[in-house]
């Protein structure tokens, strides 16, 4: 079923009296946040901790000759220095390969380089001390010879024989390559009325965390356990790895994760500098802190989306699209990262291109080479603003070639809201979607004929306005074809655990983690609404190993979908438990009664029988007056795991209106709007928010935020002040609408909505650039669109 | 990113602040607003032995006007000047472009003596002194100096004055009858240094200048008083004059490349400023809409 609906107050089917389900209600962990008593790592002291800086290479390549820490250890407050030969004798390197992406291929990584730097930025040296001050100053006196080699920075040049091989022992830089070939591409080409083709060039960027990465390790020699405090998407994972390469079982590490300060991806890897640090924590036998500072957070946080994406696009003159090929080249730095690889993005790439359309007519190579640059990986929408930007853009040439509105040759093959359950060319499979619906809704919303008017008065004024449009889908609730097939240890799977206290309050342990997007509002409501409890009588804990059930995390869009579920079929048993006793307390069956407002009720009339606070009473300390052979279980755990769709496509379609300034090359975006379609909505503020975010950080690509290189493989502008985030200055309202076509495969039907912002934003910013310029005949294909760029496009420059 | 050990001192007084300035030299540093000081030190780009804090210094504060003369201390914040009726009153110039200085946070402490002292070339402040014929009153051990805002900046962070000497404060004549101002910027996000910017003050006398200064900013290495505006006096400017005036400036103006705009891009964008700036100046739209820079 698909619902159509501006009103949040129904939109799920869950959505009943006393239900939170689909309600906007304040997270609970707001006070703590707001009044400043939220705990992060870098808050945290712990005894005898010492600090560590890691001394990074200036060089993109170089080897290291010797080096000489004499005059740093005089340095008082200095407590070691320590060097990546040294500190390969406690833990492993690692290889960042998955056995499904056939043929990807990495070289071995440390913790801390031994004879060669790969990257500038990578860590050579570890400096200890009793502060980070001391140890930036020791730092300073750490005296590194380097013989510096020839830097591989331009991926186009990369393949090329003249280029050098950055591993030998792999025999070239090509990491990884995929190939598609769907339908019959050459003879669609062929009769195709037009065929348009572009380069979509996408800018390397990067997170920007308001918190950056920071780890606290706490080895306890006497009890021969780790516990690491780290600011992690994925504690079970972190643990996973820790103890493999620290040759430890599971049992000896617990992983601790309070408050995190963002993370959009950038916190679900496992880097070679916290690797170190957990390291120095046992080889030191004390605590140890690494919080990575704002120049080292961009020299070394993952990087992302830096593709040259060639593409074409064949239509009738009926506006019907007959096929699409690509080929995209990315370049990943010197090593793919460990352990969800660097592979992924292409990958997703290839998977999404043409994604929303009928064709059946799909080819695609994607190549993926390193570099003597910082490491690239997934960050929010792997891959998305990539197929989207280069589908969306194509369409749109495609419809100016032949005179068509962009709306209209949309309409003409987005796949048809009954066509479902079906599969892209790229063998994605979609259970529902309601592409059509969702861009109903965007017309009636933006109003579009009268902005088209709009903008046609205006351009006879000087004033150039432009309009883009980019439908999208999106990857979300991954199931274990992700990462689990190809050998990772990243669980798809999460699990809930929920127990009615002694005072009827519920406690409720889960698996996904919380940075920012509302892990424990969604987990709490779902958990009051199965259980008839009130939200402030339920508490949420996540992201401690040793306090909840084994789980993912939370990233890929999988915490409400995933967890969420997990949380109500959890819940469900709790409440059928507590019915249970409820009936032998009150002489009565189970069927006869229901929980509401904190109390048994009668399932008929409503009527209160007992508080939850007297049943728990009841339970706990009076249990010898239950009838005999009733042993209640308050407590319940339960696990979920997609298992018929590997992953439940959610679709969408953002609209940007903006304004060039032809004479400086300046944008101003004046509105935005989204459409999307989660499934189930549990809390629509959250939901939106997390819309407008991914959005905002849309906009960043499109406009302003890039990762700039020299020819050296020197990042030039590691600075908040020259790496330009979007801010709200620059921020145009942003309004989102719904469609709601819940995924059966769960109870609660909730699909992922964390990326939806992301992965259009961009291609309808750039489509409406485009658009605005199209009187002068000017296409810019080119992200971020900076004013030079736009310039330079208009032949002022 | 933390900074190397330093030694603390609070000035009592403007001579103890400058005794202690006598005695370190370039050893020692002032700190004011400290949004620029601090920065650098965190990433130890500077490692001064010595802070001296100047943040007590009474006589360094406060925005007076007497004698047709505009006296701001040192010490005023960018906050002070953005909220003072007296500055809005005489130096509109100065009150429509402090707003474009940062973010509020940054305005709360930051200091007009300390921006000037830092000099940045893609700052406002230093433009607008120009523009407005400031003069700069500095202190050092031989007393105490007063410089034209012309010749105080010298390049790239670099002042006239020396590492033993104080900005005290600056001063600017009322602006007066028939003046007229135009301030504006091209940053990538509103509070951002510029790409380019232009501060001018003229004085407008039926349709022509009678006098106009037009002081470019972010295009050369501190700020720039184009010399094609003493060409445009005396009479009403043509588009025809305009277009001269425009590729005059673009032959004057040497500006570097960088990673926001190219040397190109930066003169292009001083001579769209020049037409939006002479349009408005003038109250003629036709002026720019005439300009295709
Ligand atoms: C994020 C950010 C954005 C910014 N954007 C802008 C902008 O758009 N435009 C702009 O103009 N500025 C901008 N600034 C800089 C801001 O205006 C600073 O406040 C200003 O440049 C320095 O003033 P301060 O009082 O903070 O000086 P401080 O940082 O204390 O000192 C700066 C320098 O001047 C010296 N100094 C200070 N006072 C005196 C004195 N009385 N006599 C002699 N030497 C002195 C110091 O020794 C130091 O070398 C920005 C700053 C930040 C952090």
Known sequence: MTVTSSNPEILSELDRPNSYIGKVVPRPNLGRLMQGRGLYVSDMELPRMGHVVFLRSPHAHANIRGIDAVAARGVPGVIAIVTGKELSAIITPWVGVLSHLKGLKSAA???????????????????????????????????????????????????????????????????????????????????????????????????????????????????????IYQGTQAPHMVQNIAALHLGLEELQVRVVCKDVGGSFGIKVHIYADEMATYALSKLLRRPIKFVADRVESFNTDIHARDHRCWGRIGVGRDGVITAFEIDDLTGIGPYSMYPRTSAIEANQVVNLVGGPYVTRNYRARA?????????????????????????????????????????????????????????????????????????????????????????????????????????????????????????????????????????????????????????????????????????????????????????GGTWASRGAGIGGEAALQAAKILRGNILDVAAAILQSSAAELDIADNAIVNAADGASRMELRELARIVYFRPDTLPPGVQSELMATRHFVPREYPFAFTNGVQASWLEVDTDTGFVKLLRHWVVEDCGTLINPQLVDEQIRGGVVQGFGAALFEKCIYDERGQLTNASMADYLVPMSGEMPDIEVGHVVSPTSETELGAKGAGEAGTAGAAAAVANAVNDALRPFGAVITEIPLTPQLVLTALGRV | MKAAAFAYARATSVGNALQLLETYGERAKVLSGGQSLMPAMNLRLVSPELIVDIGELAELRGISVSGGVVRIGALSRHVDLLKSPDIAEHAPLLAEAIAHVAHPAIRNRGTIGGNLAHADPASELPACMVALKATIVVRGPAGERRVAAENFFTGIYETDLSARELLISVELPMAGKNSAHFFHEFARRRGDYAMAGLAAQAIVEEGAFTDLRLVFFAVGDRPVLAKVGSGLLGRAVTPAELATASSALGKELDPQDDQQASASMRRHLAKVLLARGLSALLGRPDLHAGVRA
């Open chain 1, 109 to 227: 990584q440390h913790a801390i380089a031994i004879d060669r730097v790969c990257w500038q930025g990578e860590a050579v040296a570890a400096i200890v001390a009793v502060s980070r001050a001391v140890a930036e100053d020791a730092a300073e006196l750490v005296r590194v010879d380097y013989e510096e080699l020839e830097a591989v920075t331009d991926m186009r040049t990369a393949l090329d024989p003249a280029t050098p091989v950055i591993h030998p022992s792999l025999g070239d830089n090509l990491a990884f390559e995929r190939n598609l070939d769907a339908g019959e591409v050459d003879a669609a080409f062929a009769g195709s009325d037009v065929v348009v083709e572009a380069d979509f060039i996408f800018g390397r960027h990067t997170g920007v965390t308001l918190e950056p990465r920071s780890v606290v390790a706490d080895w306890n020699t006497a009890e021969e356990r780790l516990t």
């Open chain 1, 367 to 551: 190549r993926v080479v390193f570099q003597n640059k910082n490491v690239m990986c997934q960050y929010r929408a792997v891959g998305h603003p990539i197929a989207c930007s280069v589908t969306e853009g194509l369409v749109d040439l495609a419809a100016a070639r032949i005179g068509m509105d962009p709306v209209e040759i949309r309409r003409r093959n987005l796949i048809a809201d009954n066509a479902y359950p079906c599969a892209s060319p790229s063998g994605l499979r979609f259970e529902l979607l309601s592409h059509h619906a969702a861009m109903n809704k965007l017309m009636t919303m933006m109003n579009y004929d009268a902005l088209r008017a709009e903008q046609a008065e205006l351009r006879s004024k000087g004033i150039h306005r432009g309009i883009g449009i980019a439908s999208f889908i999106e990857v979300t609730n991954p199931s274990a074809a992700f990462y689990g097939v190809g050998g990772a240890r990243i669980s798809s799977q999460d699990g809930v655990a929920v127990r009615l206290d002694a005072q009827g309050s519920v406690i409720c342990q889960t698996s996904i983690t919380e940075q920012g997007q509302g892990s424990e509002s969604l987990t709490a409501q779902i958990v009051g609404s199965v259980l008839g409890v009130s939200m402030e009588r339920v508490r949420v804990i996540l992201g401690d190993t040793d306090n909840t059930p084994y789980g």
